[in-house]
Nanobody, 122 residues
Framework: QVQLAESGGGLVQVGGSLRLSCGAS????????MAWFRQAPGKEREFVAA???????TYYADSVKDRFTISRDNARTVYLQMNSLKPEDTSVYYC????????????????WGQGTQVTVSS
């Protein structure tokens, strides 16, 4: 069992940066791949980025590639560094954990956080 808690969301201007954090509890954290998803009002939840359980591989949605960076450390935290933010990045961002392989990093994931709001103003 893994419990996830996101933080770091907020209001930022176009072109700005934010770093989201996801703290995980549970003794098996190191066995899970970790990912970020987002959901905008009226839209389906979409994959953003993922990292394998040891951090050796990452995968990004085309819409965020070269702007966002996912990373994880040994302190049970996963980060999403978001640069060059655009209005279309406005969403609730969710952290997720799951036993997915490097070839299936888009999911499905088993555990989810409550989400953190990111708003990009123009």
């Amino acid at each position: 069992q893994v419990q996830l808690a996101e933080s770091g969301g907020g209001l930022v201007q176009v072109g700005g940066s934010l770093r989201l954090s996801c703290g995980a509890s549970g003794q098996t954290f190191g066995t899970y791949a970790m990912a970020w998803f987002r959901q905008a009002p009226g839209k389906e939840r979409e994959f953003v980025a993922a990292v394998t359980r040891f951090g050796g591989s990452t995968y990004y949605a085309d819409s965020v590639k070269d702007r966002f960076t996912i990373s994880r450390d040994n302190a049970r935290t996963v980060y999403l560094q978001m640069n060059s933010l655009k209005p279309e990045d406005t969403s609730v961002y969710y952290c997720a954990a799951g036993r997915v392989t490097a070839g299936r990093l888009t999911g499905p994931y088993d555990y989810w956080g409550q989400g953190t709001q990111v708003t990009v103003s123009s």
